[in-house]
């Protein structure tokens, strides 16, 4: 292995998802529903495969069919216009979307802010396009209503330590809103602040959105890309893994001004020049879903969230607020522990469930130390199951 991959050994998902299978031990670590998407999609995909609809290389930017429907999903859902000839582009899950504007995007040396803990591949992907990751640490924050509970506890960013990081070699930011794996959503304030910064030093923006319509309570998401100055530097990154629990699809998408998407392109044609012929097509039914089906999706995983949030807090873990994504993260100090790794090596011998130790997400490591990550895209019987079991957990 290369110097530049050498840090990065196995990722994650895949050691605890092993871990959880030769354990037999629930899988709240890795991120991907226990039930799958909509049955009429599933019949969209079984439709185009005995039709012949992908079944050899479909074209390089993508199927037209679902070109014009993600085009017609971003302006039906916030009011943005692109082309979807020339302004879309469909890749192999938002995995590929990120690699490939990454190398599609920095020179060697290049500095790129991302939020820490960040997604595990934008490191692997910096590093492989041979930029430099500078991180700003999210920092956990009670909530100033001070009653103890923890209703407004929630990872916040230092807008003051995002504008001191860039330097005169910053050449992107990299956004995550909702946020793996804090579960925070940037407001419409701080993404205003962060559209002024990019604006202000004139820098690109490649915003991860694949948790999109993953929002609960008065939480808003807000595309980047719609804000003042933001839609001519902005590559935002979707998937139908997480927006239609497909995530074995690996259908995900940029959208992009053409010169953005024309970069992009470039590189992922090198890649994997295209993936998932007859899922492109299921995916293009799936984005035209009426609204129904995003607001049910929402209200089904904001109860799994309320059920999982109470378990924990009842097993002694203290948790944050997760305002969007599939996760909650928790401190694992009021249970007496302080290094996550080991908490979660231990987890599946002691309660039998599989977690994250945040600390993966993390350069400053110590700073990750104590808090780990539970999934809740699981059925409420298995969510409880888990609960019971760290609540007696030895
Ligand atoms: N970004 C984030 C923040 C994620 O959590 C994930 C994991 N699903 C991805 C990107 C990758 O998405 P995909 O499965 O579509 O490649
Ligand atoms: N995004 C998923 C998570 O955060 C995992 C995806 C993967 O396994 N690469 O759990």
Redesign the pocket.
């Known amino acids: 292995l290369n110097r530049r991959l050498a840090e990065f050994g196995t990722t994650i998902f895949a050691e605890m998802s092993a871990l959880a299978t030769s354990t037999g031990s629930i899988n709240l670590g890795q ?2 529903p226990d039930t799958d998407g909509p049955e009429e999609i599933r019949e969209a995909a079984v439709r185009a495969l005995r039709d012949g609809r992908g079944n050899q290389y479909p074209p390089g930017p993508g199927v037209p069919e679902l070109r014009t429907a993600i085009a017609s999903h971003q302006k039906r859902h916030y009011g943005l216009s692109y082309d979807p000839d020339t302004e879309v582009l469909v ?8 690699a490939a504007s990454l190398l599609a995007l920095l020179e060697p040396g290049d500095e790129v802010i991302a939020l820490e803990p960040y ?1 595990d ?2 490191a692997a992907s910096i590093a492989m396009a041979g930029g430099t990751r500078v991180p700003v640490t999210l920092r956990p924050d009670e909530g100033d209503d001070g009653d103890g509970e923890g209703a407004h506890r929630r990872f916040r960013l230092d807008l003051d330590e995002l504008r001191d990081a860039v330097t005169e070699r910053t050449r992107l930011l990299l956004v ?1 809103t909702p ?3 804090t579960g925070t959503v940037l407001t419409r304030a701080e993404l205003t602040e962060i559209a002024r910064i990019a604006v202000e030093r004139d820098l690109l923006v490649v915003t ?1 959105e ?2 999109e319509h993953l929002v609960f309570d008065d939480a808003e998401h807000v595309p980047l890309a719609s804000l003042p100055g933001m839609r001519e530097r902005t590559v935002t ?1 979707g ?4 927006t239609f629990s497909f ?1 074995g699809w ?3 998408w940029v959208t992009a001004p053409p010169a953005l998407v024309g970069a992009v392109r470039s590189a992922k044609q090198f890649l994997t020049y295209v993936a998932s012929g007859p899922f492109q097509y299921a995916v293009a039914e799936a984005l035209a879903l009426p609204d129904a089906y995003f607001e049910d999706f929402r209200a089904d995983m904001l109860r799994k969230r309320d059920v999982l949030a109470a378990g924990l807090t009842e097993a002694g873990f203290k948790v944050f607020r997760s305002a969007g ?2 996760f909650i993260t928790t401190d694992i100090r009021p249970l007496g522990e302080s290094d996550g790794f080991a908490f979660c090596r231990a987890l599946p011998e002691r309660a039998g469930v599989v977690a994250i130790p945040n600390a993966v997400f993390y350069d400053h490591r110590e700073q990750g130390a104590p808090f780990v990550r539970f999934a809740f895209c699981k059925k409420d019987e298995v969510l409880h199951e888990a609960a019971g079991r760290l609540r007696r957990m030895s």
């Open positions: 991120g991907f890749t192999a899950g938002a995995t590929e979307a990120i997604y591949s934008y995550n946020h793996n794996p991860d694949v948790y990154i998937s139908a893994g997480k995530t690996k259908v995900g994504t599939y």
